[in-house]
């Protein structure tokens, strides 16, 4: 949805913000979604296609911002997409409240995606698995970025050692 957003935003510093935080968003989530197909994986299916062709283009689209539109992935950048996610995660809370009879589980806050998972499951209790859940998704939102971090952190180095 952020995608079709940023064409009628007209405030470039959001535009990047967005950018931004769409990067780790499209690389995690379509690439868990690919690897975690909840559509099942069977070709004769036609949902199945729309699935995976979906997802398979959000992580190209990521790849894209990233690599050749230069996403802003900062250190900053990486607390400000922690901010907006949880934004996110609190309007998808609203989301699966709201269609709770349609037994939506956006961004697995719900349930985990699958049974029989080691770490993320509802063994220990909802707030458990929500915690280990938050863990997770702040860790692989700084695994995307730190390549980004330690680069932006290394060239300010540079420039100090300069002056």
Wanted: aromatic share 12%; glycine share 4%.
């Amino acid at each position: 949805y952020l995608v079709i957003f940023l064409n009628f935003i007209k405030n470039e510093k959001w535009i990047a913000k967005l950018k931004s935080f769409m990067v780790p968003c499209m690389l995690i989530g379509a690439a868990m979604a690919l690897l975690i197909p909840t559509e099942g994986v069977d070709p004769s299916v036609p949902r199945v296609w729309q699935y995976m062709l979906i997802h398979g283009a959000l992580v190209f689209y990521g790849l894209y911002l990233m690599l050749i539109e230069k996403a802003d992935l900062s250190l900053k950048a990486y607390f400000g997409n922690l901010q907006l996610l949880l934004v996110v995660t609190a309007a998808a809370f609203v989301m699966n409240s709201v269609l709770e009879q349609y037994n939506t589980n956006f961004l697995f806050l719900r349930k985990p995606p699958m049974e029989n998972l080691p770490v993320l499951n509802l063994d220990n209790g909802w707030y458990a698995y929500f915690l280990i859940l938050t863990l997770i998704a702040c860790t692989l939102v700084l695994l995307v970025q730190l390549p980004f971090i330690i680069k932006g952190l290394r060239s300010g180095r540079r420039t100090e050692e300069k002056n």
